[in-house]
């Protein structure tokens, strides 16, 4: 059984966040393989369903993107997961707009709910779908604060930012798709 899970924050005020693009591109896929968010379990809303002959777990964490890591490890617990069965997917503040890219066993990068996830497990040997945001933009050459990028991701896309992330999640679906049919090595060659 293979685990998918979307990254974000629970609640319509944060629906078209871009710390909700986890959850935007697991909500394509889900409605592409007619899977509904039927269930509550594990502190997330699931869908469970079968895809390329993998029978799946889709699920939303509903505790904030800052402590995924207590759903994901209480759904790895009750499905028992294999770590090397787990694709967490969430937004990059290090790509680019719309940029994806498929990793197995890489660091947070900085990502509060990653982080939340590592340490929860234990393990950072699971594989993540990256989704670029981009970064907040400061005047002249200062580095944008914690308090600009907290700003930043629990915004909205910009219209011409929308027009990206549109195109960019059917790609996002079919590049999970691939994962489940072909395996991790070929989704990474024909995504990344």
């Given at each position: 059984?293979?685990l998918?899970v979307?990254?974000?924050?629970?609640?319509?005020?944060?629906a078209?966040n871009?710390?909700?693009?986890?959850?935007?591109?697991?909500?394509h896929f889900?409605?592409?393989?007619g899977?509904?968010?039927?269930?509550?379990?594990?502190?997330?809303?699931?869908?469970?369903g079968?895809?390329?002959d993998?029978?799946?777990v889709?699920?939303?964490p509903?505790?904030?993107?800052n402590?995924?890591g207590?759903?994901?490890?209480r759904?790895?617990k009750?499905f028992?997961i294999n770590?090397?069965?787990?694709l967490?997917?969430?937004?990059?503040?290090?790509?680019p707009?719309?940029?994806?890219r498929?990793r197995?066993?890489?660091s947070s990068?900085?990502?509060k709910?990653?982080?939340?996830?590592?340490?929860c497990?234990?393990s950072?040997d699971?594989?993540?779908?990256?989704v670029?945001?981009g970064?907040?933009?400061?005047?002249?050459?200062?580095?944008?604060s914690e308090a600009?990028?907290v700003?930043?991701?629990?915004?909205?896309?910009?219209p011409?930012?929308k027009?990206?992330i549109?195109?960019?999640?059917?790609r996002v679906s079919?590049a999970?798709?691939?994962?489940?049919?072909?395996?991790?090595?070929?989704?990474?060659n024909?995504?990344?």
């Amino acid at each position: 059984m293979k685990l998918i899970v979307g990254l974000g924050n629970p609640g319509r005020g944060y629906a078209n966040n871009r710390h909700n693009v986890g959850f935007v591109c697991l909500n394509h896929f889900a409605r592409k393989q007619g899977i509904r968010f039927d269930k509550k379990q594990g502190k997330a809303r699931i869908g469970t369903g079968e895809v390329a002959d993998s029978k799946v777990v889709l699920a939303k964490p509903q505790t904030y993107v800052n402590l995924s890591g207590q759903s994901v490890s209480r759904l790895i617990k009750k499905f028992n997961i294999n770590l090397n069965d787990l694709l967490v997917i969430h937004d990059d503040l290090d790509l680019p707009v719309g940029k994806i890219r498929i990793r197995h066993g890489s660091s947070s990068g900085g990502h509060k709910g990653v982080d939340s996830i590592i340490f929860c497990l234990g393990s950072q040997d699971f594989s993540r779908l990256r989704v670029g945001i981009g970064r907040p933009t400061t005047e002249g050459f200062a580095e944008p604060s914690e308090a600009d990028i907290v700003a930043y991701v629990l915004s909205n896309f910009t219209p011409d930012e929308k027009q990206i992330i549109v195109q960019v999640i059917p790609r996002v679906s079919e590049a999970i798709y691939c994962l489940l049919a072909e395996g991790l090595v070929a989704a990474m060659n024909k995504y990344n």
